[in-house]
């Protein structure tokens, strides 16, 4: 179960994540994009998953990652990403309800490049009971 | 034209079971059941499922493909309302569409449409761009 204490708290992401020319070059070739001089803009979701998961399946939060599902994502993008952006990602938990014994969480990322706020995400994740 | 009620013209990406490998390694999303028939079935899907988020991705490629470039997007959301099945050897169809549904100076909002087989895929799909 996952500690209803949490509602309401912001948790920052352990690492700093340095967006390189490759990763946005290998996302953007998943997808047929051919111009990289900005990221696509799902791009920084693969950001905010990995740091979802250190932050989320942590014993004080208590997610069970292995039985998480995507539920929906929303994206609100400043300035495009670009190769060079360093980001702190914080993990804002903003509800939590059980569902036919489904635990649904509505968490928000946002990703600073310093003082800077790039990308701000929303998802909804849906940990299967 | 730009006004509000315009459709916009459907494209059809095709995913396979190489994309779905291929995106898990752009997004290190590496959940098995994008990648593992066996295990997908062993937890009672019907087959190996696309992420979630490439669906969006692909969809995100159409809205940009009209707007005229990734830089356009200022606001992109979806629900996952249904996955999309993508069986061994097969290419399976990820069919998008737009109606413009406001304009507001050069912001202009979008509401999706995206179905594989025919099912609808993604619920309350929604882009805001600047074109």
């Known amino acids: 179960m996952i500690n209803p204490d949490s509602v309401g708290r912001t948790f920052k992401g352990v690492d700093q994540v340095t967006v390189t020319q490759s990763d946005i070059d290998a996302f953007a070739a998943v997808i047929g994009e051919t111009d990289t001089t900005v990221a696509p803009p799902t791009f920084s979701i693969r950001i905010s998953l990995s740091q979802y998961e250190s932050i989320l399946t942590q014993p004080e939060i208590g997610v069970n990652w292995s039985r998480l599902v995507h539920g929906d994502q929303k994206f609100e993008i400043f300035r495009p990403v670009i190769a060079g952006d360093v980001f702190t990602c914080s993990a804002t938990i903003e509800s939590l309800r059980v569902a036919a014994g489904n635990e649904i969480i509505s968490v928000r990322s946002d990703l600073h490049n310093g003082a800077e706020l790039v990308v701000s995400a929303w998802s909804t994740l849906v940990v299967r009971g | ?131």
């Open chain 2, 1 to 131: 034209m730009i006004e509000v009620g315009t459709v916009l013209p459907e494209k059809i990406f095709y995913l396979d079971r190489a994309l779905l490998k291929a995106y898990a390694d752009a997004s290190g999303d590496q959940n098995p059941i994008h990648q593992n028939e066996e295990f997908a079935l062993s937890v009672g899907l019907p087959n190996v499922i696309a992420h979630g988020m490439l669906t969006m991705a692909l969809a995100g490629k159409y809205v940009t493909d009209w707007a005229g470039g990734s830089a356009h997007v200022l606001e992109f959301s979806a629900r996952f309302i249904k996955p999309v099945i993508v069986p061994a050897d097969v290419k399976t169809d990820l069919t998008v569409s737009a109606t413009i549904t406001e304009v507001v100076g050069n912001r202009i909002k979008l509401e999706l449409s995206a179905t594989s087989a025919g099912i609808k895929v993604l619920g309350m799909a929604k882009a805001v761009v600047t074109k």
